[in-house]
């Protein structure tokens, strides 16, 4: 009899399979809001599908203006193209970094999946919107490309066990910690100071950092401050007396997620921490620190990150328990450096981290859009 149970649920694996391949999946995708990470995330999951041949054609180069990913998933729905995947043109939903909007489509969705059942695939970038999914949809696979941490933000059980068959999410190798504990190494500094644009505390690693500070022994302090367009004069001022209050609270070093500070201004904003001999490192990277920012993580492999989404795609399309699959995606970063910025600190960089860093900048370049 048991043999039986076995064999049954077998067959009933492979029909299932055969269903998923006999015609394209339904896809639709949920954000948390608009994010430039998450963008350029669906853009090389795009680009993985197609090496995969899972899609017939991939934005080749897009310059759409702005950080939402809508326009991605729109060139998607009209020319992926394939008979694996169906972008649903009416499948985009972004949450907008907003409560009250979270709930009105989150419940949207959960209707949509139990009246129509039309969706076959739900793909999510951001804490809130993996969350949200993966905790109340239990039949249809969801995959979450993209969040500051699926663990800590209970998206998944573990960075090895989602918890739940239809859910699995990317876990990145220690992202976070492996950048402070770089930039500790180098300034071996004694209080860390996190400057975070509200509403962006989760995609800035805020509880993540806090963390690693506390096993490094290290002080933290964060400063919170709100934005409007992110360019004006206006949002300069707020960001400018966030910077202020940090240092005002005895921070030796300055940590920095993605921030918008208009050229004409950029200059000065550093200056507060190079002619305090404060030292800075930006999360995202080579163009802060082709701006000013004295030490950036390096490039990240977006080509890579995306062909290991688009692999978990395939995975799926076969038939495969997203729980199956694995979650931790490792990536290996250098770093970059501008000399400009290390010369007005009066820091010297060390000849061996000269001969590792990735790249490195003489000048301030203004930011180019």
Same mark, same amino acid.
């Given at each position: 009899?048991?043999?039986?149970?076995?064999?049954?649920?077998?067959?009933?694996?492979?029909?299932?399979?055969?269903?998923?391949?006999?015609?394209?999946l339904?896809?639709?995708?949920?954000?948390?809001?608009?994010?430039?990470r998450?963008?350029v995330?669906?853009?090389?999951t795009a680009?993985?599908?197609?090496?995969?041949?899972l899609?017939d054609?991939?934005?080749?180069?897009?310059?759409e203006?702005?950080?939402?990913?809508?326009?991605v998933?729109?060139?998607l729905?009209?020319?992926?193209?394939?008979?694996k995947?169906?972008?649903?043109?009416d499948?985009?939903?972004s949450?907008d970094?907003?409560?009250?909007k979270?709930?009105?489509l989150?419940?949207?969705?959960l209707?949509?999946?139990?009246?129509?059942?039309?969706?076959?695939l739900i793909?999510?970038v951001?804490?809130?919107?993996?969350?949200d999914?993966?905790?109340?949809?239990?039949?249809?696979?969801?995959?979450?490309?993209?969040?500051?941490?699926?663990?800590?933000?209970?998206i998944?059980?573990?960075?090895?066990?989602?918890?739940?068959?239809?859910?699995?999410?990317?876990?990145?190798?220690?992202?976070?910690?492996?950048?402070?504990?770089?930039?500790?190494?180098?300034f071996?500094?004694?209080k860390?100071? /996190?400057?975070i644009?509200?509403g962006?505390?989760?995609?800035?690693g @805020?509880? %993540?950092? +806090?963390? &690693?500070? #506390?096993?490094? =022994?290290?002080?933290?302090?964060?400063?919170i401050y709100?934005?409007?367009?992110?360019?004006?004069?206006s949002?300069?001022?707020?960001?400018?007396?966030?910077?202020?209050?940090?240092?005002?609270?005895?921070?030796?070093?300055?940590?920095?997620p993605?921030?918008?500070?208009?050229?004409d201004?950029?200059?000065?904003?550093?200056s507060i921490?190079?002619?305090?001999?404060i030292?800075?490192?930006?999360?995202v990277?080579?163009?802060p620190?082709?701006?000013?920012?004295? /030490?950036?993580?390096?490039?990240?492999?977006m080509?890579?990150?995306? @062909?290991? %989404?688009? +692999?978990? &795609?395939? #995975?799926?399309? =076969?038939g495969?328990?997203?729980?199956?699959?694995?979650q931790?995606?490792?990536?290996?970063?250098?770093?970059?450096?501008?000399l400009?910025t290390?010369?007005?600190m009066?820091w010297?960089?060390?000849?061996?981290?000269?001969?590792?860093?990735?790249?490195?900048?003489?000048?301030h370049?203004?930011?180019?859009?």
């Amino acid at each position: 009899m048991k043999r039986f149970f076995v064999r049954l649920l077998i067959c009933l694996s492979l029909c299932l399979t055969g269903l998923a391949m006999a015609k394209p999946l339904n896809v639709i995708f949920v954000s948390s809001g608009p994010f430039a990470r998450y963008q350029v995330i669906l853009e090389n999951t795009a680009y993985g599908l197609k090496k995969l041949g899972l899609i017939d054609h991939a934005p080749k180069a897009f310059n759409e203006e702005g950080i939402s990913s809508e326009p991605v998933w729109d060139w998607l729905s009209k020319h992926a193209g394939g008979k694996k995947l169906r972008f649903m043109s009416d499948g985009f939903y972004s949450y907008d970094w907003d409560a009250t909007k979270r709930e009105v489509l989150r419940s949207e969705i959960l209707r949509r999946i139990k009246e129509k059942n039309d969706v076959d695939l739900i793909l999510t970038v951001g804490s809130a919107a993996g969350f949200d999914m993966a905790h109340h949809v239990d039949r249809i696979p969801v995959l979450s490309l993209g969040s500051s941490d699926p663990v800590l933000n209970k998206i998944v059980k573990s960075a090895t066990d989602s918890g739940k068959d239809n859910v699995h999410a990317l876990v990145l190798d220690d992202f976070y910690r492996w950048q402070v504990q770089r930039f500790h190494s180098v300034f071996h500094f004694k209080k860390l100071g /996190l400057l975070i644009v509200e509403g962006r505390e989760t995609q800035s690693g @805020l509880m %993540e950092t +806090k963390a &690693i500070c #506390k096993e490094l =022994k290290i002080d933290f302090e964060k400063a919170i401050y709100p934005v409007g367009t992110g360019t004006d004069d206006s949002d300069y001022e707020k960001m400018k007396a966030a910077l202020e209050s940090l240092i005002a609270k005895g921070v030796d070093a300055v940590y920095l997620p993605e921030f918008a500070c208009p050229n004409d201004r950029y200059t000065e904003l550093m200056s507060i921490m190079t002619s305090r001999g404060i030292p800075s490192f930006s999360q995202v990277g080579e163009e802060p620190v082709s701006r000013g920012v004295l /030490l950036g993580v390096g490039a990240e492999d977006m080509r890579s990150y995306g @062909l290991f %989404e688009a +692999k978990v &795609i395939d #995975k799926v399309i =076969k038939g495969v328990s997203p729980r199956r699959i694995g979650q931790i995606y490792a990536q290996n970063h250098g770093m970059v450096l501008n000399l400009k910025t290390a010369m007005e600190m009066g820091w010297k960089p060390p000849l061996d981290m000269l001969m590792t860093v990735e790249k490195t900048f003489t000048t301030h370049r203004p930011q180019v859009r």
